[in-house]
């Protein structure tokens, strides 16, 4: 991959999606969006062992190669790059990239090395994939705010770029762990946006911020998931409510699924 790299950058630019395959709706956007953008278009399909806590789903992460394979040839993705683990980490790793004011909030407050080895994997695929550009999503607001900040700070010479969250009809965010819920937990799940939209509303509203997550929690947990955390931060420190450029981030449990979603507030 880094002799085709090197080959590719005096041709043009890279464009880069990282991804864990199952491809969705979701990375289609990034792909599309990679497309527009630069003269060939790389996704890399890693599930990352290091990211995943103990205790969490990392066997049972949905495995589709072939279909992922299929639909990246249909939208014109130009490499593929589909490592194993042994070839990715052939020592047992001694560097990681960490990020100790960011690591530990929103969804790191829980999930202890996720973004340790969130942030060390896709290091790794920059230096290999050598892109000018990379593309993420917005529902993993955290994970792509880390990513701009490690760019930032480490100099690595590639441009950012985010996109929205795409949606089901309903308002669900479009997740590869959707398929892990039940047809009822299915049809519970799109509380969550109507909830992230509904706390939108009041806090535009002007009414106070630990009344709305009250409230918002209350919506939530009428249809029988679990609050990890309902937050309202700035979104660039991922810090203290600011009344510019805030969001409120929301993380909730249904049996063994864990849901993440988020919604950005006016200023
Ligand atoms: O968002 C994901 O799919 C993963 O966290 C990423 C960025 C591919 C790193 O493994």
């Known amino acids: 991959m880094q002799e085709i790299a ?31 953008e630069n003269d060939f278009v790389v996704v890399s ?4 062992p290091l990211q995943f806590g103990r205790g969490e789903d990392y066997d049972r992460y949905q495995r589709s190669y072939k279909d992922d394979y299929a639909l990246c040839k249909s939208c014109g993705v130009d490499y593929l790059f589909y490592p194993d683990v042994e070839r990715l980490y052939p020592k047992k790793t001694k560097t990681f990239v960490r990020m100790p004011s960011l690591e530990n909030v929103l969804c ?8 340790r080895g969130v942030l060390t994997v896709v290091a790794k695929l920059f230096n290999i994939v050598k892109p000018h550009n990379a593309y993420f999503g917005e529902k993993d607001f955290q994970q792509a705010v880390m990513i701009k900040n490690m760019v930032y700070d480490l100099n690595f010479d590639i441009g950012i770029k985010t996109l929205p969250t795409i949606r089901e009809k309903d308002g669900l965010a479009i997740s590869s762990r959707n398929s892990y819920l039940a047809p009822i937990e299915r049809k519970k799940a799109p509380i969550i ?3 992230l939209k509904e706390g939108k509303k009041l806090i535009e509203g002007g009414k106070d911020p ?17 609050i ?3 937050e309202i931060v700035d979104q660039e420190t991922l810090k203290k409510f600011k009344k510019e450029k805030s969001l409120i981030a929301v993380s909730v449990h249904m049996g063994k699924t864990r849901l993440i979603d988020n919604i950005k507030l006016m200023g």
């Open 6 to 36: 090197d080959s590719l950058r005096k041709k043009g630019l890279i464009g880069f999606v990282p991804t864990m395959g199952a491809l969705h709706k979701g990375h289609l956007s990034l792909i599309e969006k990679a497309r527009e």
């Open 210 to 226: 630990s009344y709305v997550i009250d409230k918002m929690k209350k919506m939530i947990e009428k249809k029988g998931f679990l």
């Open 228 to 230: 990890e955390y309902i």
């Open 108 to 115: 790191g407050k829980k999930r202890k090395g996720h973004f």
């Open 45 to 48: 399909i890693f599930v990352n």
């Open 193 to 195: 946006y109507r909830t």
